[in-house]
């Protein structure tokens, strides 16, 4: 169960130098990304040239709360990758820290440890919890360094506080978007190579 890996956090998890957009599907599956919080693949269709393939967390607490989406290119490889969160999971005052925690491990993981300033700082922003309005969460015993100066934009996207956030960086593009997806409020946080995630793409994990 993903609340299970979660609860045994603390754990330093390596990321990948250049993250994971342009591997291979199977070396992405091998990531911690993966791994950590027990995602398994439900779904697989065609998009494009490739595959839009879709994964949820194994364990029935959070199967439908979470949910990650990979646009393969012909030749198997990540072209575009999408993390899927129910508002409600998020804003959850006892789960919140779970969702914030696949979160911050997706910007990581998929951007890679050579992240640019600005992805690892909405990450830091994420993991620490930072807000006016909302309760510092603390996990085993050290609660993780406050960015300074006020939210930034990527972060009040990502509180459901503005509607969505763009960045582009040497070709590749992340993505924070509040959506509705079965009726149901979401927030989309999406890397790409060279641009938008496919439409084909959105939507694969069946809920």
Same mark, same amino acid.
């Given at each position: 169960?993903?609340?299970?890996?979660?609860?045994?956090?603390?754990?330093? %998890?390596? #990321?990948?130098?250049g993250g994971l957009l342009g591997q291979p599907l199977a070396a992405a599956q091998s990531n911690d990304l993966f791994t950590f919080f027990n995602?398994? %693949?439900?779904?697989? #269709? +065609?998009?494009? &040239?490739? #595959?839009?393939?879709?994964?949820?967390?194994?364990?029935?607490?959070?199967?439908?709360?979470? /949910?990650?989406?990979?646009?393969?290119?012909?030749?198997?490889?990540?072209?575009?990758?999408?993390?899927?969160?129910?508002?409600?999971?998020?804003?959850? =005052?006892?789960?919140? *820290?779970?969702?914030?925690?696949?979160?911050? $491990?997706?910007?990581?993981?998929?951007?890679?440890?050579?992240? =640019?300033?600005?992805?690892? &700082?909405?990450? %830091?922003?994420?993991? $620490?919890?930072?807000?006016? $309005?909302?309760?510092?969460?603390?996990?085993?015993? *050290?609660?993780?360094?406050? +960015?300074?100066? +006020?939210?930034?934009?990527?972060?009040? *996207?990502?509180?459901?506080?503005?509607? $969505?956030?763009?960045?582009?960086? &040497?070709?590749?593009?992340?993505?924070? /978007?509040?959506?509705? #997806?079965?009726?149901?409020?979401?927030?989309?946080?999406?890397?790409?190579?060279?641009?938008?995630? =496919?439409?084909?793409?959105?939507?694969?994990?069946?809920?």
């Open positions: 169960m993903l609340v299970v890996a979660l609860a045994a956090g603390g754990a330093v %998890q390596a #990321q990948p130098a995602l398994a %693949q439900t779904a697989r #269709q +065609p998009c494009g &040239d490739g #595959q839009a393939l879709g994964f949820r967390p194994t364990g029935d607490q959070f199967h439908r709360l979470a /949910a990650v989406d990979v646009t393969t290119t012909a030749g198997g490889d990540v072209a575009a990758m999408t993390l899927t969160l129910d508002r409600t999971f998020i804003d959850d =005052p006892a789960n919140g *820290v779970f969702a914030r925690d696949i979160a911050k $491990s997706f910007l990581r993981d998929v951007a890679g440890s050579r992240a =640019p300033a600005s992805v690892a &700082d909405l990450a %830091q922003e994420i993991e $620490s919890g930072v807000s006016s $309005s909302r309760t510092v969460i603390e996990r085993g015993g *050290v609660a993780p360094a406050k +960015p300074a100066g +006020p939210p930034s934009t990527g972060y009040r *996207v990502f509180l459901g506080d503005q509607r $969505s956030y763009t960045l582009s960086v &040497d070709g590749e593009a992340l993505t924070l /978007a509040n959506a509705r #997806q079965s009726g149901r409020a979401v927030l989309r946080l999406s890397f790409s190579i060279g641009g938008a995630v =496919p439409a084909c793409a959105m939507g694969a994990v069946p809920d």
